[in-house]
């Protein structure tokens, strides 16, 4: 009823006396994130002494974008890098998607649970996630970088079978791998500005 052991109360037996005091034993090894207990205090049946975090798997709460939202599948495959193990990939799957999304930063915040053997990963650390998508059907794609984005418009600049370009709207979807999706405003074949697109917008809006 104390929490001794087996060993312990063998050795209570073998001694025939009472042992003013013994270690208690935590079932699991890791962090201690709470201590109730001092010296000298008196401790009730079932109270609190300690809440251990264990490390044999550790939660990431990843920030998804809004748009990237309806992606997320509860039980899908996930890969986590952190910098301070630039080497290592640690493998793990979406525990829970919190329902509340961040108004400031329009994100989602999904709860990623991650095997940690040997412990290399400790709490606090930061981690970049990628997310297996669910089964899609195919999608035309640009380079991420040749997205303008505006705050009210997402443009693309695209160069026109005379040598001329055009910025046009675009309505993008997911973003992924250096890619992103285009919805709307483009068709597969034509030529789009990947880089430098900067200077042409500037350029047509003093001319413009």
Excluded: C
């Amino acid at each position: 009823l104390a929490g001794m052991s087996e060993e312990q109360v063998h050795a209570v037996e073998a001694g025939n006396q009472v042992q003013p005091r013994f270690t208690l034993r935590a079932p699991i090894g890791g962090v201690i994130a709470e201590l109730a207990v001092r010296e000298g205090m008196t401790v009730m049946p079932g109270g609190l002494l300690y809440r251990i975090n264990g490390l044999g798997s550790v939660w990431i709460y990843a920030e998804v974008p809004e748009s990237q939202a309806g992606m997320l599948r509860i039980g899908a495959a996930v890969e986590a890098r952190t910098p301070a193990l630039p080497d290592r990939t640690f493998k793990g799957r979406v525990a829970a998607i919190l329902p509340e999304l961040n108004r400031e930063t329009r994100t989602l915040k999904a709860r990623v649970e991650i095997a940690n053997a040997g412990g290399r990963l400790t709490p606090g650390m930061f981690a970049s996630v990628s997310f297996a998508p669910a089964a899609r059907t195919a999608a035309l794609s640009v380079p991420s970088e040749a997205v303008i984005q505006t705050g009210t418009r997402k443009l693309v600049i695209v160069r026109s079978d005379d040598g001329s370009f055009q910025p046009t709207d675009v309505e993008t979807g997911v973003e992924a791998n250096g890619r992103t999706e285009i919805r709307k405003g483009l068709t597969a074949g034509q030529k789009v500005v990947v880089s430098s697109q900067f200077l042409i917008d500037s350029e047509s809006s003093l001319k413009g």
